[in-house]
């Protein structure tokens, strides 16, 4: 099992940024893929960016551009920078780990952090 603790979420202004962590503790072995999913009031959880081990990385039309996903290896430690943030980008954010990209929802997961963006 891995542990994931995400951190850095908060309130920003509209076209501010933030920067989320995520620390991976436990059997980081199986965490060969890392990714970023969040969930606003009453919208389904998305997927918003992945990285692979190699650091291949995917994200949602909606942040692409704005967002970038980062990992360090050493550390089992994956970032997410927020750039240009927009309040429809409110959301609680989760990290998640998995074998692949492909199984990151049904994978291990961390509490969450509120992003909160005010207009």
């Known amino acids: 099992q891995v542990q994931l603790v995400e951190s850095g979420g908060g309130l920003v202004q509209a076209g501010g940024s933030l920067r989320l962590s995520c620390a991976a503790s436990?059997?980081?072995?199986?965490?060969?893929?890392m990714g970023w999913f969040r969930q606003a009031p009453g919208k389904e959880r998305e997927f918003i960016a992945g990285?692979?081990?190699?650091?291949?990385?995917y994200y949602a039309d909606s942040v692409k551009g704005r967002f970038t996903i980062s990992r360090d290896n050493a550390k089992n430690t994956v970032y997410l920078q927020m750039n240009s943030l927009e309040p429809e980008d409110t959301a609680v954010y989760y990290c998640?780990?998995?074998?692949?990209?492909?199984?990151?929802?049904?994978?291990?997961w961390g509490q969450g952090t509120q992003v909160t963006v005010s207009s």
């Open positions: 998640a780990a998995a074998r692949s990209i492909a199984t990151l929802d049904s994978g291990s």
């Open positions: 990285i692979r081990w190699t650091g291949m990385t």
């Open positions: 436990g059997r980081t072995a199986s965490s060969v893929a």
